[in-house]
């Protein structure tokens, strides 16, 4: 399944660095989500996206800033991040936010911090 | 917030026996989803309950949702390999919100 594409598949990076995760979805689709998921916690939900427009942010750090310019690209822009924030971050989308609709995701961005 | 616990958290099976794994809530469930997870994939869906006391086949898989709609199950039949990965269940929480649960890694011995 290719309908969402995550670029890069692996990201290494120290905590000073600033880097960017990319998620395009080609599905026509008009919500789209950032997921973290670590070796011992089931997926937690990052942000939420619906039309354009950020309808939640699940009590997440400062050190990750969501972008979603059009309702087929989303980023995760990343700075001084912490070796806890290590985990594969997962971008899904669905047809609407809130609704019944099931969510397809990427193949997820391996993240480690050094 | 609503959350869906997931039982058993690891299952270890026999090529060829069968497996349930359950997804119990403490509130009423307006519907779930059920998730696969390959190892080094990402979550892909299988299906969606809605009704009271539905069940839905797919292939050896057999999803119910209970009646109280409280609890569903996935039931997997002469499990075979590419049954190996993570099964999710997942609801709408406070806020209408999609919420998964920890998930059952099911590891299958040839």
């Known amino acids: 399944e290719t309908g969402v594409t995550q670029t890069p598949r692996h990201l290494v990076m120290g905590m000073t660095n600033k880097k960017s995760l990319k998620c395009e979805q080609h599905l026509g689709h008009n919500a789209m989500y950032w997921y973290k998921q670590s070796a011992k916690k089931p997926l937690e939900l990052m942000f939420v996206y619906n039309f354009k427009e950020q309808t939640e942010n699940n009590s997440v750090p400062s050190r990750f800033s969501p972008e979603c310019p059009n309702s087929s690209h989303l980023f995760l822009h990343l700075h001084t991040l912490q070796p806890e924030d290590s985990a594969l971050y997962l971008c899904?989308?669905?047809?609407?936010?809130?609704?019944?609709?099931?969510?397809?995701f990427g193949d997820g961005t391996r993240l480690s911090i050094l | 917030g609503q959350q869906v616990m997931q039982i058993p958290q690891y299952q270890h099976v026999q090529e060829g026996e069968d497996f349930t794994t359950y997804c119990n809530s403490s509130?009423?469930?307006?519907?779930i989803q059920w998730y696969k997870q390959r190892p080094g994939g990402h979550p892909v869906f299988l299906i969606q309950l809605v009704k009271s006391g539905e069940v839905k086949k797919q292939k050896r898989l057999t999803f119910q949702f209970g009646e109280a709609k409280k609890n569903s199950s996935l039931h997997i039949t002469a499990t075979q390999t590419t049954d190996v990965g993570t099964y999710f269940c997942a609801t709408k929480a406070a806020g209408n919100k999609l919420t998964f649960g920890g998930g059952t890694r099911v590891l299958v011995k040839p």
């Open positions: 899904a989308s669905s047809q609407e936010a809130y609704s019944n609709q099931p969510q397809h």
């Open positions: 509130t009423t469930l307006s519907n």
